[in-house]
């Protein structure tokens, strides 16, 4: 796992988006990309657009995949991820819409919602890099603490925590969803390369745990160190609370290997 501190939240884009960029051209123009919601990406996102507008990146044959959707948004819904993904990634990034994926949160039958998704991105022949941001519980995707390290695209009940954290999104806490439909940790781990981006010192606790900590179910992102490609690339408030001989003062960015 390679650990970067930048010294801001903007510089985690700009390194993200050039973990993102190496993969598309190494894999050519059908990548498949995994994408995230949250406000994490969003800097990572931007940066990957100017470099498709500056004509560096074609990603107009590309797929992508969300890494989950709410439950009983009505389609169309502004938080529901499939339109999040439409506005953060499908039009910056010049991505062909009938192309980006996110799973049915409106089907009836969720189960078979959840099994298809995951028909669909092995028929794309899977996620060649995955972009992931960090919940303050340690969640990746929706998989909160306590989900299986192999689990797959399923159902899950959101903690109090996440729907609190995301209410920021929505009116008021109770017009946030309860359920979710996410890519299963095993899921998330099939993906060839993963690019975990993280900011704040609300994120700094689970930064420390996945880094530092022992792969456990109650911080399902430390699956990550069960992965042989992963960059992990946090501003400095993030990294707040690793130790101090993987924190450096930053000027500039910190590389950081971690066994
Ligand atoms: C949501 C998403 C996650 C994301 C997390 C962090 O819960 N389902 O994929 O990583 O938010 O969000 P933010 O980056 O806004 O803190």
Known sequence: MDVMICPTAEDVGRRASAR???AAWDVGPDVVLGVATGSSPLSTYRHLAQRVRAGELDLSHAWAFALDEYVGLPPGHAQSYASVIRLTVTDPLWLDPTRVFTPDGSADDLAAAA?????????????????????????????????????????????????????????????????????????????????????????????????????????????????????????????????????????GTTAVPVA
Request: charged residues 25%; proline residues 5%.
């Open 115 to 251: 099994a298809r998704y995951e028909e669909d991105i092995r028929r794309a022949g899977g996620i060649d890099v995955q972009v992931l941001g960090l919940g303050s519980n340690g969640h990746i995707g929706f998989n909160e603490p306590g989900s299986p390290l192999d689990s797959r695209t399923r159902l899950m009940r959101l903690t109090e925590q996440t729907r609190k954290d995301n209410s920021r999104f929505f009116g008021s806490l109770e017009e946030v969803p309860t359920y979710c439909l996410t890519q299963g940790l095993g899921t998330i781990r099939e993906a060839r390369r993963l690019v975990l981006v993280a900011h704040g010192t609300q994120k700094a606790a689970a930064v420390a745990a996945l880094v530092e900590g022992p792969v456990t179910v109650e911080c399902p992102a430390s699956v990550l160190k069960l992965h042989p490609a992963v960059s992990v690339i946090v501003d400095e408030s993030a990294a707040s609370r690793l130790s101090g001989s993987r924190r450096r003062p930053a000027n």
């Open 20 to 22: 993102v960029a190496e």
